[in-house]
């Protein structure tokens, strides 16, 4: 059963960075595509970034393209996001999730998911 656990959010000022980890446990994850979302009370579910474990291609939403950067440690099994030049919209909650396959952006083609991390981000 996989296992994601994030970490690495809290209050930043605009303009600031933060680095979040997915640590991710439970199997193997080689054929695995790893993705961060984010969400914001009474809005929808939003893709961020994604990463294939193998190979390490990456895809960015067009809102976070040029400031996030995804990466990821295999030997850690740990997915990150760098997240720079941080805007308050970029408040939300982060939650990292796994699927088997190519990536795509639809949350509800990912099959586990974290708990989230908090991101906070004041102007």
């Known amino acids: 059963q996989v296992r994601l656990v994030e970490s690495g959010g809290g209050l930043v000022q605009a303009g600031g960075s933060l680095r979040l980890s997915c640590a991710a446990s439970?199997?193997?994850?080689?054929?695995?595509?790893i993705g961060w979302f984010r969400q914001t009370p009474g809005k929808e579910r939003e893709f961020v970034a994604a990463i294939r474990w193998i190979g390490g291609s990456t895809y960015y939403s067009d809102s976070v393209k040029g400031r996030f950067i995804i990466s990821r440690d295999t030997a850690k099994n740990t997915v990150f996001l760098q997240m720079n030049s941080l805007r308050p919209e970029d408040t939300a909650v982060y939650y990292c999730?796994?699927?088997?396959?190519?990536?795509?952006?639809?949350?509800?083609?990912?099959?586990?998911w974290g708990q989230g991390t908090q991101v906070t981000v004041s102007s």
């Open positions: 439970g199997r193997t994850f080689s054929g695995y595509t």
């Open positions: 999730a796994a699927r088997i396959g190519i990536i795509v952006t639809r949350g509800n083609d990912y099959d586990s």
